[in-house]
T-cell receptor, first 115, second 111 residues
Framework: DGGITQSPKYLFRKEGQNVTLSCEQNLNHDAMYWYRQDPGQGLRLIYYSQIVNDFQKGDIAEGYSVSREKKESFPLTVTSAQKNPTAFYLC??????????????FGQGTRLTVV | GENVEQHPSTLSVQEGDSAVIKCTYSDSASNYFPWYKQELGKRPQLIIDIRSNVGEKKDQRIAVTLNKTAKHFSLHITETQPEDSAVYFCALGGYGQNFVFGPGTRLSVLP
């Protein structure tokens, strides 16, 4: 069953701790994205990766880090430097920036709450 | 980078009426124009898309129109139903560029 999977669905973090959100896809997509969504708001791009071992900052990268060691995986780390991390995080993938004319598939999201 | 404006930000219609959401953009290199629907607490899902060589596309009660000259495209939902209530995002794509999403429109269909 092909798709994009995020885990966990819900995550609680204490202030001052780093936490890593998982995103895995088996669609053979080159491009992967991380978005942050606050209540009632749109999608804000955190980081994106067009190919393995390469990634670029989006509009709100401060306090976040990513890696792309494998084509199918694009984990996001929310560091203690992120001042207001409580949000809904969405991972997405698509064929690639050289062909961003195909559907972007989203994971089911991770709801992160700082306690 | 590319900017996408989406209007209105909120829209309320009576069940059975039509709803129209419009997006405008500036980058003429964009050639792929999808629309996503996001229900509360769920992931956005593609509902319809159009490519630059087509002016209109329809799928049952949903249609998208594209005016490349004027750089805008619109989502049309006819005979709206309560299950159409959601947030709708337009997006842009094209060779050599990332997807760019609009800010979203919250549609409420009133019974």
């Amino acid at each position: 069953d092909g798709g994009i999977t995020q885990s966990p669905k819900y995550l609680f973090r204490k202030e001052g701790q780093n936490v890593t959100l998982s995103c895995e896809q088996n669609l053979n997509h080159d491009a992967m994205y991380w978005y942050r969504q606050d209540p009632g708001q749109g999608l804000r791009l955190i980081y994106y990766s067009q190919i393995v071992n390469d990634f670029q900052k989006g509009d709100i990268a401060e306090g976040y880090s990513v890696s792309r060691e494998k084509k199918e995986s694009f984990p996001l780390t929310v560091t203690s430097a992120q001042k207001n991390p409580t949000a809904f995080y969405l991972c997405a993938s698509s064929m690639g920036v050289l062909d961003s004319t195909g559907e972007a598939f989203f994971g089911q999201g991770t709801r992160l709450t700082v306690v | 980078g590319e900017n996408v404006e989406q209007h209105p930000s909120t829209l309320s219609v009576q069940e059975g009426d039509s709803a129209v959401i419009k997006c405008t953009y500036s980058d003429s290199a964009s050639n792929y124009f999808p629309w996503y629907k996001q229900e509360l607490g769920k992931r956005p899902q593609l509902i319809i898309d159009i490519r630059s060589n087509v002016g209109e596309k329809k799928d049952q009660r949903i249609a998208v129109t594209l005016n490349k000259t004027a750089k805008h495209f619109s989502l049309h939902i006819t005979e709206t139903q309560p299950e159409d209530s959601a947030v709708y995002f337009c997006a842009l794509g094209g060779y050599g560029q990332n997807f760019v999403f609009g800010p979203g429109t919250r549609l409420s269909v009133l019974p």
